[in-house]
């Protein structure tokens, strides 16, 4: 003979949720709590009514019973910075000081990040962190002889003419 059911202390809140259910999961959380109790189903029959797994069944009458009497989220809600290695605020607190100079040198956030996280980081986390406050590329790097006036004053001076 197959165990009594539980659950009998949420009972009243399961009907009241099967009243006010505004989705599917809520719903069938309900009826997986309801059935066994009112009409004595087994849970295999519970399931075959429900038209999901014996299993499923079970979790979802476990999940109502646990949460108190209230419908439980059947999966957890994804999103936010889940390996973030600093805050928004601290992230812009760090880049303040760089913001503030005319150029940006990636290598410079990058071991000024290193010191700070107390270990090396990928240069593409230095360029991630600054997609994420908005910086975009706008001079070419510091080293490209168009940016050197004194290059190409000495490449001028020294007969050289600009190709066409």
């Not at 006010?20 to 189903?41: K, M, S």
């Not at 503030?100 to 700070?116: F, G, P, T, W």
């Amino acid at each position: 003979m197959a165990r009594p059911a539980s659950g009998k202390d949420v009972l009243e809140k399961a009907k009241e949720a099967l009243a006010n259910a505004r989705t599917v999961e809520e719903l069938r959380q309900a009826q997986a709590v309801i059935l066994p109790l009112e009409y004595v189903f087994s849970i295999d029959q519970v399931a075959a009514v429900m038209g999901i797994s014996k299993g499923w069944a079970c979790q979802l009458r476990r999940r109502f019973i646990n949460a108190g009497g209230l419908p439980a989220e059947t999966k957890p809600k994804r999103g936010g910075r889940h390996r973030e290695n600093m805050s928004k605020e601290e992230e812009v607190a760090f880049l303040a000081p760089f913001f503030d100079k005319a150029i940006l040198i990636a290598s410079e956030i990058k071991s000024a990040l290193d010191e700070r996280m107390g270990r090396k980081t990928a240069l593409a986390s230095t360029y991630n962190l600054l997609y994420r406050h908005n910086w975009r590329k706008l001079v070419p790097d510091k080293r490209h002889t168009i940016t050197d006036v004194e290059a190409q004053l000495d490449w001028k001076n020294s007969g050289n003419s600009f190709p066409r």
